[in-house]
């Protein structure tokens, strides 16, 4: 035992490392002082060089030699230590060094472009970025696919072609739910001012019932909402906006579930390999399961009713059914992340299948604009008014995360299984979430999902828990029937 | 070049793990969720093991032998680097863990000891705690004075013959002092309630006032104020109680001292050995004459009384020379942390002697107790009380702190070479504090000690800067010209 025990050691080290690693993120979104950002660079190139020598070295691969396990979780370790070290050792360090400065370079350069709408200007340098991505792939990949080895960064044992499989089943509904809701008559919008010091405080609430340890974790305001760490200390950011109340709630709910997901884990696990959320599309499955088939509600959005009509007063909305209504109203938009359930898988099966070319070679940097144009055109039946409502609004790809996008739709076709299968085992969830109690949905889901951490691979922790192999079919009777019976169709 | 290139782009990388070990210190006492205690425990360990192994690397000793340098600056460079690195080679790495894992336990001990009043209960642990760190003394000093080689890890290049001829020349002088002050009548002291969030609002002022820079750095509330951080990011934290305004607005001010000199340090330094305060001693310098000298004087609590009258309205006190004497009130008591400029350095001499008998084996830690008592009566001319008003006031001692306290004292006596420089080169500084405006002596201060970081050795230091010996003459004189005007002496 004393190999496999060296090893797991060391790896508790390197987890910790890692967590302080992220810490540092989250201290640069929420309060690091603005003229630390330079300090600050160089202080995350040093732990990221500390970490990238400690996931490559070669005692790893003597200690990997030599450990043998006897347990499910033990062999999973091994397992999971040896994806990452073979993954590390892959990529030369000149080329992750090549992908660092060039990626740096590529998001100022897309800012910009977005800014001034300027799509020639930001094409050069992500030529560069699909070049050396490609390489990366290739180098990872061995003789495999380059695209399959970039999603298995994010979606470990799970490939291209069985994504495009779902996502092909998924897209013709999809746009013809789209276009059938688009053609009816829109609920009423929110409108007026909502204080923003309530929004948190409300905010707060929203993330303790959804089961969110406040001991164990914090709810700061970011730009950008997101969850950070794993174990012992998970954080969550949001938002506010004076007008836009849904987008603070939503966001909360959303990184509650990724957070629950990783506070949910055994704690057998922390700061080992399994100790955190085993892909980020069973991740997001959380985060969506959380926000969209819990937190989007009709049973729910009853309870979010009353409590927004006390802290608020009367905000214009009569009733808990106009109030459904209003939470999930779906609006004709260009961007992704203010898509609504219908139309938010649609913005990703775009992105998925031209991310997917470029790594293939079958599509040129230089006709990404046009063909992202002619894509949406057919999926959303209007044009693309300039860039930034295009091919330049998310910064994904001048940061070099190929293989990630369709995580998020992942995330939902999991979420729509997941939900299939609580609703059975918690026959009267629904009278749970009208009294503002999620403990039922949460408590199934720790059970099911969370607390296995990176024990069982993705798909097979979605099977184990939702009883079903995972495909769109849940995920799409759950869309036609709800916003179904919301616009009448 | 090479070598001497090669060798400060390690030590770059080392101090931004350096930094960023600081700031998890500074997230711990600040914004970290109760609950995430002993996994950042695990967290900090990790990175303090890779900063050991880093700065006891032998590539170091490689580099060092074929490294040279032509500047002031690179030399002093190569000459803090080698003795930091002689330093972490000299203590065998087991000892350092058994240090650490005493002293951890001591922690606890002591704790409970003082908040049970027993003595007895903690001495066995200090017994190991101070042999373990005698070990380690003797392995640094290879031959030479155990209590020097401590006192090198907070003040280098000083001895303890040298501090204690310093300290003998005050102690006779503060007890006549102190005890011709106690004989007069008190001052009036501060009374009523003061809004905490208002504190914190003046804090922030006060801090600016101070040349605190706010886009590198921000003010928290934390149980103990403290200052963190080096270079572009450093930050303070400072402490309310709703009946004692003056413990968070001086704690504020004494930790913007501490800060300014972080961030006054010549940018060039960002990073290396150089790029930090030289010693305890030349920080406590700048936290002290900023709270004291500066801060506490006629000139400047005229302008605090005004700020004071507008953020709190009348509280009290009826003019401004009343108020000099209510900031300036010296009263018995038993605590270092709560001592006056008067009785302060009384505390620090009782522990100075003490703790370098210790070292030196001519105390033993059974008649401990013992001697502070028969000290501070002789000293104050009153019994201690009870334990907590005793021996185990201080936290020092169970981290294994021996050779720090003198650096607090050497502050004192540095700031008042400093200040005696600073009026002769400021001659309107009165008129500049009366107006609020710190910018006269904060930038004689900047130019003359902070920029210069770790450039040259502390005494050398502020001799530069004061252009005499450091020695206790104008401290002294300070203090007896202050006390004997506002006591009539």
């Known amino acids: 035992m004393t190999a496999f025990n060296d090893l797991m050691a060391y790896q508790r080290q390197t987890s910790a490392l890692g967590q302080i690693a992220g810490r540092l993120g989250w201290d640069q979104e929420t309060v690091m002082p603005r003229g630390a950002a330079p300090q600050r660079a160089e202080e995350m190139a040093a732990i990221e060089a500390v970490l990238h020598a400690r996931r490559s070295d070669p005692r790893v691969a003597e200690w990997l030699e030599s450990a043998y396990a006897t347990s499910e979780a033990d062999k999973a370790q091994l397992r999971e230590i040896r994806r990452e070290y073979d993954r590390a050792v892959k990529v030369p360090s000149d080329l992750a060094t090549a992908i660092a400065r060039v990626t740096s370079e590529a998001q100022g350069k897309w800012a910009q472009a977005r800014a001034n709408e300027d799509v020639a200007a930001f094409l050069p340098v992500l030529e560069e970025v699909v070049a050396l991505k490609r390489e990366e792939g290739a180098a990872l990949a061995q003789g495999g696919d380059i695209y399959d080895a970039m999603v298995e960064d994010y979606e ?29 008559p829109e609920p009423a919008a929110l ?26 974790g914090r709810v700061d305001k970011a730009v ?5 760490g794993s174990g012992l200390d998970v954080r969550i950011t949001t938002r506010t906006s004076e007008t836009d109340p849904f987008n603070c709630f939503y966001s909360t709910i959303h990184e509650v579930g990724h957070a629950a997901y990783e506070q949910g884990i055994d704690p057998d696990y922390l700061l080992t390999p399994l100790g955190r959320g085993v892909s980020m599309g069973v991740h997001e499955s959380q985060s969506r ?20 009509k006390e802290a608020f007063g009367d905000f214009g909305i009569a009733d ?6 209003t939470v999930n109203r779906v609006h004709s938009g260009y961007i992704r992340t203010e898509a609504d359930e219908v139309q938010y ?40 008014d300039k860039p930034s409502n295009g091919c330049l609004q998310d910064v994904h790809w001048s940061v070099g995360l190929f293989g990630y996008f369709p995580t998020y739709s992942l995330g939902n076709v999991y979420a729509g299984c997941l939900n299939q299968a609580l609703r059975k085992a918690v026959p009267d969830l629904d009278s749970q979430l009208a009294a503002g109690d999620s403990s ?22 979605i099977q184990r828990a939702s009883g079903v192999e995972p495909g769109p079919e849940a995920l799409l009777t759950y869309l036609e029937n709800k916003f179904g019976a919301l616009y009448g169709l």
Chains 1, 2 share one sequence.
């Open 191 to 216: 409108t007026g001012r909502f204080d923003e010091l309530i929004q948190m405080r409300l905010s707060q609430k929203l993330a303790v019932a959804f089961g969110y340890d406040l001991n164990n």
């Open 320 to 325: 808990a059914d106009a109030f459904y209504g």
């Open 440 to 461: 039922g949905a949460t408590g199934w889901l720790r059970e099911n999902v969370q607390q296995f951490g990176g024990l069982h691979a993705p798909r097979e922790n």
């Open 156 to 184: 470990p044992y799970t490939t291209g072609a069985q994504i495009a499989e779902i996502f092909d089943q998924m897209r013709p509904r999809l746009v013809t739910l789209r276009a059938a809701v688009l053609d009816r």
């Open 224 to 228: 950008h909402p997101f969850s950070s």
């Open 289 to 308: 399961i959380y926000e969209n088939q819990l937190g989007r509600s009709r049973a729910f959005t009853g309870w979010l009713f009353d409590q927004m």
């Open 345 to 384: 898988n649609l913005h990703i099966m775009l992105r998925f299948d031209l991310e997917r070319a470029l790594m293939a070679g079958d599509l040129q940097v230089s006709d990404l604009e046009a063909a992202w144009n002619d894509r949406f055109a057919a999926d959303f039946g209007y044009a693309v």
